[in-house]
């Protein structure tokens, strides 16, 4: 996990991304947020569930007030994250932002099924991404009021 911002009052984030480089780039895009963000990476679908239901070493962690979710993931699918995420009663008032390389109107579509609360392609060059990165800090971290769980 990584603290990151200014804020005295935190929200966690559940990174899902299996790419080094684009955890990097999302790491560097939340260092200029308004808020207080602990981001946490999970590099697989598996470990974001395992994650998510506070099993084995993650028993500790923290709830997620917000996922940003990759659908193109190793062990567990992205896709196969979303449904169980909007399955669970104790999972499903977390906002899933799927935030992936796919264009894909069939894998749109399909996320929005599921639940989804927001789907974004990724840019391809740095300044798109982080441009992104930063309108996902503006919107959903500085904006939108994120259900907590009691704490």
Wanted: glycine share 4%; aromatic share 4%; hydrophobic share 40%.
């Amino acid at each position: 996990m990584e603290s990151i911002g200014t804020d005295a009052s935190p929200i966690e984030v559940l990174l899902v991304e299996d790419s080094p480089g684009d955890v990097r780039l999302t790491q560097e895009a939340f260092k200029d947020a308004k808020v207080h963000i602990n981001l946490h990476v999970a590099s697989d679908g598996a470990k974001a569930m395992a994650f998510l239901k506070r099993e084995g070493e993650h028993a500790n962690a923290a709830r997620p007030d917000l996922i940003l979710l990759d659908l193109n993931l190793p062990k567990k699918d992205g896709r196969e994250v979303l449904e169980e995420i909007k399955a669970s009663p104790a999972l499903k008032t977390i906002p899933v932002v799927v935030l992936t390389t796919s264009s894909s109107e069939v894998d749109i579509l399909r996320s929005y099924t599921l639940h989804a609360n927001c789907y974004i392609t990724k840019p391809v060059g740095l300044d798109g991404f982080l441009t992104v990165v930063k309108s996902i800090d503006n919107f959903w971290l500085s904006v939108v009021k994120l259900p907590r769980e009691a704490r």
